[in-house]
Protein backbone atom coordinates (compact mmCIF):
# COMPACT_ATOMS: atom_id res chain seq x y z
CA UNK A 1 0.00 0.00 0.00
CA UNK A 2 1.28 3.76 -0.93
CA UNK A 3 1.33 6.63 1.03
CA UNK A 4 0.82 9.94 0.03
CA UNK A 5 3.57 11.88 1.66
CA UNK A 6 1.78 15.19 0.45
CA UNK A 7 -1.21 13.92 2.82
CA UNK A 8 -0.21 13.26 6.16
CA UNK A 9 -0.17 15.42 9.01
CA UNK A 10 3.10 16.44 10.59
CA UNK A 11 2.63 13.93 13.36
CA UNK A 12 2.37 11.19 11.09
CA UNK A 13 4.96 12.44 9.19
CA UNK A 14 7.23 12.52 12.54
CA UNK A 15 6.16 8.87 13.14
CA UNK A 16 7.02 7.42 9.30
CA UNK A 17 10.14 9.59 9.96
CA UNK A 18 11.06 7.74 13.51
CA UNK A 19 9.70 4.52 12.01
CA UNK A 20 12.06 4.31 9.18
CA UNK A 21 14.75 5.66 11.36
CA UNK A 22 14.17 2.40 13.56
CA UNK A 23 14.05 -0.09 10.26
CA UNK A 24 17.69 1.62 9.58
CA UNK A 25 19.05 1.51 12.90
CA UNK A 26 18.08 -2.34 13.35
CA UNK A 27 19.72 -2.95 9.21
CA UNK A 28 22.71 -1.46 10.58
CA UNK A 29 23.01 -3.50 13.70
CA UNK A 30 22.24 -6.89 12.07
CA UNK A 31 24.69 -6.14 9.68
CA UNK A 32 26.89 -5.30 12.96
CA UNK A 33 26.45 -8.44 14.56
CA UNK A 34 27.16 -10.33 11.17
CA UNK A 35 30.17 -8.43 10.57
CA UNK A 36 31.48 -9.29 14.34
CA UNK A 37 30.21 -12.85 14.03
CA UNK A 38 31.92 -13.47 10.61
CA UNK A 39 35.33 -11.96 12.22
CA UNK A 40 34.48 -14.36 15.20
CA UNK A 41 34.33 -17.49 12.86
CA UNK A 42 37.34 -16.26 11.46
CA UNK A 43 39.86 -15.92 13.99
CA UNK A 44 38.17 -19.82 15.37
CA UNK A 45 39.11 -20.84 12.27
CA UNK A 46 42.26 -19.65 11.73
CA UNK A 47 43.49 -20.90 14.99
CA UNK A 48 42.38 -24.09 14.59
CA UNK A 49 43.73 -24.78 11.38
CA UNK A 50 46.68 -23.28 12.45
CA UNK A 51 46.93 -25.51 15.10
CA UNK A 52 46.77 -28.79 12.51
CA UNK A 53 49.23 -27.18 10.66
CA UNK A 54 51.58 -27.01 13.29
CA UNK A 55 51.30 -30.61 14.05
CA UNK A 56 51.83 -31.80 10.76
CA UNK A 57 54.79 -29.31 10.27
CA UNK A 58 56.26 -30.87 13.46
CA UNK A 59 55.22 -34.64 11.87
CA UNK A 60 56.71 -33.59 8.64
CA UNK A 61 60.21 -32.53 10.13
CA UNK A 62 60.31 -35.78 11.86
CA UNK A 63 59.87 -37.88 8.88
CA UNK A 64 62.17 -35.68 6.65
CA UNK A 65 64.75 -36.40 9.55
CA UNK A 66 64.01 -40.31 9.28
CA UNK A 67 64.55 -40.38 5.64
CA UNK A 68 67.20 -38.30 5.30
CA UNK A 69 68.90 -40.46 7.84
CA UNK A 70 68.27 -43.51 5.76
CA UNK A 71 69.90 -42.17 2.57
CA UNK A 72 72.77 -40.92 5.12
CA UNK A 73 73.35 -44.58 5.80
CA UNK A 74 73.10 -45.70 2.10
CA UNK A 75 75.63 -42.92 1.28
CA UNK A 76 78.00 -44.12 3.86
CA UNK A 77 77.84 -47.67 2.86
CA UNK A 78 78.47 -46.28 -0.78
CA UNK A 79 81.40 -44.45 0.08
CA UNK A 80 83.19 -47.15 2.10
CA UNK A 81 81.90 -49.54 -0.76
CA UNK A 82 83.59 -47.66 -3.59
CA UNK A 83 86.42 -46.58 -1.45
CA UNK A 84 85.56 -42.39 -2.44
CA UNK A 85 83.96 -39.17 -0.41
CA UNK A 86 81.50 -37.35 -2.35
CA UNK A 87 81.07 -34.02 -1.54
CA UNK A 88 78.69 -33.19 -4.01
CA UNK A 89 75.37 -31.26 -2.76
CA UNK A 90 72.79 -33.59 -4.36
CA UNK A 91 72.20 -37.59 -4.69
CA UNK A 92 69.74 -39.17 -7.21
CA UNK A 93 68.95 -42.90 -6.14
CA UNK A 94 66.97 -44.43 -8.74
CA UNK A 95 64.97 -47.91 -8.52
CA UNK A 96 65.61 -51.16 -9.85
CA UNK A 97 63.35 -50.65 -13.04
CA UNK A 98 63.97 -46.76 -13.20
CA UNK A 99 60.59 -45.80 -12.64
CA UNK A 100 61.11 -44.16 -9.53
CA UNK A 101 63.60 -41.93 -8.16
CA UNK A 102 64.57 -39.78 -4.52
CA UNK A 103 66.78 -36.52 -4.74
CA UNK A 104 68.17 -35.49 -1.36
CA UNK A 105 70.56 -32.60 -1.03
CA UNK A 106 71.32 -29.28 0.70
CA UNK A 107 70.24 -26.35 -0.23
CA UNK A 108 72.92 -23.58 -0.27
CA UNK A 109 73.49 -19.88 -1.30
CA UNK A 110 76.24 -17.84 -1.98
CA UNK A 111 78.90 -16.41 -0.20
CA UNK A 112 82.29 -14.82 0.09
CA UNK A 113 85.24 -13.97 2.26
CA UNK A 114 86.65 -10.82 2.35
CA UNK A 115 89.47 -11.27 -0.20
CA UNK A 116 86.48 -10.75 -2.99
CA UNK A 117 86.83 -7.34 -2.80
CA UNK A 118 90.57 -7.93 -3.80
CA UNK A 119 89.66 -10.21 -6.84
CA UNK A 120 87.07 -7.41 -8.35
CA UNK A 121 89.86 -4.55 -7.69
CA UNK A 122 91.72 -6.38 -9.75
CA UNK A 123 89.41 -7.28 -12.81
CA UNK A 124 88.31 -3.97 -12.70
CA UNK A 125 92.18 -2.62 -12.78
CA UNK A 126 92.74 -5.15 -15.91
CA UNK A 127 89.18 -3.61 -17.67
CA UNK A 128 91.40 -0.09 -17.38
CA UNK A 129 94.17 -0.94 -18.58
CA UNK A 130 93.58 -3.36 -21.12
CA UNK A 131 90.72 -2.61 -23.14
CA UNK A 132 89.43 0.28 -25.17
CA UNK A 133 86.45 1.97 -26.97
CA UNK A 134 86.83 -0.37 -29.31
CA UNK A 135 85.86 -3.51 -26.80
CA UNK A 136 83.01 -1.86 -25.41
CA UNK A 137 80.77 -4.48 -25.77
CA UNK A 138 83.61 -6.96 -23.67
CA UNK A 139 83.93 -4.87 -21.06
CA UNK A 140 80.30 -4.98 -20.36
CA UNK A 141 79.76 -8.51 -20.73
CA UNK A 142 82.70 -8.97 -18.17
CA UNK A 143 80.87 -6.27 -15.42
CA UNK A 144 77.37 -7.66 -15.86
CA UNK A 145 78.92 -11.19 -14.70
CA UNK A 146 80.39 -9.05 -11.82
CA UNK A 147 76.91 -7.73 -10.97
CA UNK A 148 75.82 -8.79 -7.51
CA UNK A 149 72.45 -9.82 -7.13
CA UNK A 150 69.65 -7.60 -5.11
CA UNK A 151 70.76 -9.05 -1.83
CA UNK A 152 74.15 -7.39 -2.68
CA UNK A 153 75.97 -11.06 -3.55
CA UNK A 154 77.90 -11.88 -6.30
CA UNK A 155 76.57 -15.64 -8.26
CA UNK A 156 78.71 -18.45 -8.36
CA UNK A 157 77.76 -18.86 -11.53
CA UNK A 158 78.87 -16.04 -13.16
CA UNK A 159 81.81 -16.08 -11.80
CA UNK A 160 82.23 -19.50 -13.70
CA UNK A 161 81.12 -17.80 -16.65
CA UNK A 162 83.92 -14.96 -15.92
CA UNK A 163 86.64 -17.68 -15.42
CA UNK A 164 85.79 -19.23 -18.85
CA UNK A 165 86.29 -15.65 -20.80
CA UNK A 166 89.83 -15.24 -18.43
CA UNK A 167 90.65 -18.61 -19.91
CA UNK A 168 89.63 -18.06 -23.43
CA UNK A 169 91.48 -14.61 -23.19
CA UNK A 170 94.97 -16.18 -21.76
CA UNK A 171 95.66 -13.35 -19.95
CA UNK A 172 97.52 -14.04 -16.93
CA UNK A 173 96.91 -11.10 -14.77
CA UNK A 174 92.49 -11.80 -15.97
CA UNK A 175 92.77 -14.86 -14.94
CA UNK A 176 94.57 -14.28 -11.48
CA UNK A 177 92.45 -11.84 -10.89
CA UNK A 178 89.29 -14.03 -11.20
CA UNK A 179 91.33 -16.80 -9.15
CA UNK A 180 91.28 -14.54 -6.29
CA UNK A 181 87.36 -14.25 -6.12
CA UNK A 182 87.12 -18.27 -7.28
CA UNK A 183 88.76 -19.37 -3.77
CA UNK A 184 86.99 -16.59 -1.70
CA UNK A 185 83.81 -18.31 -2.36
CA UNK A 186 82.35 -19.71 0.63
CA UNK A 187 78.93 -21.47 0.16
CA UNK A 188 76.55 -21.92 3.22
CA UNK A 189 74.42 -24.22 3.49
CA UNK A 190 70.59 -23.37 4.36
CA UNK A 191 68.70 -26.42 4.68
CA UNK A 192 68.19 -30.38 3.63
CA UNK A 193 65.56 -31.20 1.17
CA UNK A 194 63.65 -34.58 -0.73
CA UNK A 195 62.53 -34.79 -4.13
CA UNK A 196 60.84 -37.49 -5.62
CA UNK A 197 60.19 -37.97 -9.06
CA UNK A 198 58.10 -40.97 -10.57
CA UNK A 199 57.24 -42.17 -14.22
CA UNK A 200 53.19 -41.68 -15.51
CA UNK A 201 51.70 -44.67 -17.96
CA UNK A 202 53.11 -42.63 -20.70
CA UNK A 203 56.81 -42.89 -19.58
CA UNK A 204 57.16 -39.31 -18.82
CA UNK A 205 58.19 -37.82 -15.44
CA UNK A 206 56.44 -36.49 -12.75
CA UNK A 207 57.15 -34.81 -9.81
CA UNK A 208 55.68 -36.34 -6.59
CA UNK A 209 53.91 -33.70 -4.99
CA UNK A 210 55.81 -33.27 -1.12
CA UNK A 211 54.58 -29.46 -0.45
CA UNK A 212 50.84 -28.72 0.34
CA UNK A 213 50.65 -26.29 -2.45
CA UNK A 214 51.77 -29.02 -5.29
CA UNK A 215 48.85 -31.88 -4.06
Known sequence: MSVDFKTLSAEEKEQLKQQLLA???AKAETRKNE????????????????????????????DKSDLLSEFKSLLETKNELYGVKEDQLSHNWTSEDNERTIITGYNVVDSWDETVSVGITKVNAWIESKLNDHNQEYIGIIRD????????VLKASRVLDLQN???????????????????????????TYIKAKYKDEDGNWQWLGLSMSAV
Open 23 to 25: EDK
Open 35 to 62: VMAYHALKYITVDTVFQKLTRLSSQMQL
Open 145 to 152: LLKPNKEG
Open 165 to 191: HAEKSGDEALIDAVKIIREAHRPVKTG
